[in-house]
Structure formats: C-alpha cells, structure tokens
C-alpha cells in the first residue's frame, strides 16, 4: 500500500519529480547542467521575492542552510539574537553555541507569537549583527510575522542583518525578501516544494555578502565566496552537486511556477483552512494562536494515546507526525504543503477521524466531513 505521507516535510513527490530524478546523471560542469541550474536559480529568487538577492542551491539539508547563514556573516566576538517559536528556531541557539557566537535568545511560550515589544527591547539594549527568526516553525505551526519583526529590526537597529528560516514556509506563504529587507533566507527542498530532500535553497543580500568579505568564515563548504562563481556559471566547479536532486528541484520548481506562485499560495490556505474546520469539528485544539498555512500542529482529546494513535493511522495508509519538545506526546502535527491535494487530505481526515472513534473518542464523521468539504 503507498503511504499518505502527511508529516511535516519530506512530503509527497510527483511522479514527473521522481522522473526527473531518474535521468541518466550528466557532468555536473556541463553546458546542460549549467542550465538547468541557472534556471533553477531564477526561480528561487522569485520564490523569495528577492530581484535584489543573489541566490544559491547547496547539496545540503536545511540546517545547512542555517549554518551557511550564520557562519558567513558573523564574526569573532560578535552577538546574534535568536527570536524562536519552538524547535527549530531553537536550533539557532544550539548552531550559534556550536560555533562560537554570543547568542541571546527570547521565545514565547508554544504556540504564541513573541511580543514585538520584546524583540524591540533587547534590540535597543544590545548591538546584534544578526537576528535570526524562523518563518514557520514546523514544531508549534505558528507562522512569524516576518514583516512587523523587520519593520522594527528598521527602526531600532538597521545594522543588524535579518536572517529568516524558510525551510517549512517557502513556497507555501509568499515571501518578501526585498521588501522586508532580509539579507539571509534559506529553505530546504523537502516541504512545500515538493521534492525529495537534500538540498538548501538561500539567498543573500549585498551587504550580507559585503559582510562575509569582512570575516574569517568559520565554514569551507558552506563559504558562500567559494559558492559564488558557480551559482553565476554552472560549468565551474568547487564541490560536486548532486546533479540528480537538481533535476528534480527543477522540475518541482517548473511544475510550482506553471501553477503560478500565487495559486500555489492559495491552494496552501485553501488546503489549510479545511483541515482546520475539519478537526475545529471533531474537538482538536491548533497550538499556534499564528497558524501557518503549510502545516497543523494539533493537541489530543483527554484519553489519546500518541504512539497507539500514529500507530493505528499509518496502518491505515497514513502518517503524521508526532509533536516535539514540551508538546511530546500530547499531539500530532500534519502536513498540507506541497504536491498534497483536497482528495488526498479528505481521505487522511476521514481516516484520522476512523481512528479515533476507534480509540474510544465520539466524533460525528458526517460533519466533520460537511466542515471539510464546506
Ligand atoms: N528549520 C525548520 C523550520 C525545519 O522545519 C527544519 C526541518 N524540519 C529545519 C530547519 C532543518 O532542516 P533539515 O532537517 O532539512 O536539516
């Protein structure tokens, strides 16, 4: 039986996808690659909404990405501050410690948005090159408010470079990379982009690579300066890409923009919006007060139990997946980001519903049904 998989990223891969990937491999300094990559690279900037960008794909993870962020733009003896909505930006922490940088943190509690007011606070107080805040992140589900954090980044303190993590938000809620004055954004292949995953998407400002010109990189693979000649000509070489993962962002990213960006955006609320009318339905409780529209993380009826439910869905065909952190065990999270489509998400809510009325909970099918389909 082929597995709904309806985690939070990998997500499901279109056949045509999947074929790309299947070609013969090609020189990754040929003529041929070399295009492909370049037109790869015109989408990422408009996924990012970022004309005034320089974008790069790095055969990587998206925590790659977060480390290319920081590791290119902070220097010896200088701070970040982290703004985290859960796990993932937690991870800006543990990297900046890691790697030897100052690092200050604030974080509500799960599910609610930092206080603006705060992030204006620790910016008048202490001078940070870098503020680094996660888009959507894929352990609470709540969606940051990437502008307004921008706005007062403007107003207190200009110098500070905006990073932003869009590895479980790209594609699926529009991003403005030029407008928000963002100087570093990354994302992964794996989430709404519907490919399989191992590769970082990222874009860099002027002045975030003026900044790297400025410093001693701690990273040699990630050092964007060795990146650059082949981003801006794909028959150059510094490391080997994984020429076949290419074709298939290629070919995801193709699929993306003959949709059109802005449908792929609304199919994201549209497919959001149902799967929380469904389950507003049955009783569940969204953690985010901020939901993003790629994915659900949901809290369980009293008397659930997470690994017998999850258990009891994936031998129905269905996988989600389980919450992280101080929400383990408590709830599950879903994805609806990507190639996902309507039919393919009645069936898993239909199914979700199945399994708990087996487990004992009372949930009337028909409306939750009537909620989705409303
Ligand atoms: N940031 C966010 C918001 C994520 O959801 C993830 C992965 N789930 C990462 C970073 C790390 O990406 P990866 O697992 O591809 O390294």
Known sequence: ???????????PVQEDVLEAMSEPVISHTSPEFANILKETLSFVKELFGAKNGFPFVITGSGTLGMEMALTNIVGENESVLVVSHGYFGDRFEEL???IGIDVDKIKPVAGEHIDLEIVRQKLKEKHY????????????????????????????????????????????????FDNWKIDVILTGSQKALATPPGLTLLAFSQRAIEKRKSIKPRTYYGDILKWMPVMED??????????????????SLKDIFEMGLENYFKKHED????????????????????????????????????????????????????TLAELYGKGFRMGHMGSVTKDELLVAVTKIVETFEELGYKVNKGKVIEAFLS
Request: proline share 5%.
């Open 1 to 11: 039986m082929k597995e709904l998989l309806l985690i939070p990223g990998p997500t």
């Open 129 to 176: 090159t870098a503020l680094t805040l996660t888009h959507v992140d894929t352990s609470t589900g709540v969606l940051a408010d990437v502008e307004s954090v921008s706005k007062i980044i403007q107003e207190v303190s200009p110098e500070t470079l905006f990073v932003v993590d869009g590895v479980c938000a790209t594609g699926g809620v529009r991003e403005e």
């Open 96 to 98: 900046a410690k890691h």
């Open 271 to 322: 497919l959001a919006r149902r799967v929380r009318n469904a389950f507003n339905e049955v009783g569940l409780t969204l953690v985010a007060k901020r939901p993003a529209p790629t994915l659900s993380v949901f809290l369980y009826p009293e008397g659930i139990d997470d690994k017998t439910f999850r258990g009891k869905l994936k031998e129905k065909g269905v996988v989600v997946a389980n």
């Open 234 to 251: 794909g028959t150059k070489y510094f490391a080997t890409p994984s020429v076949n993962l290419f074709f298939a962002l290629h070919q």
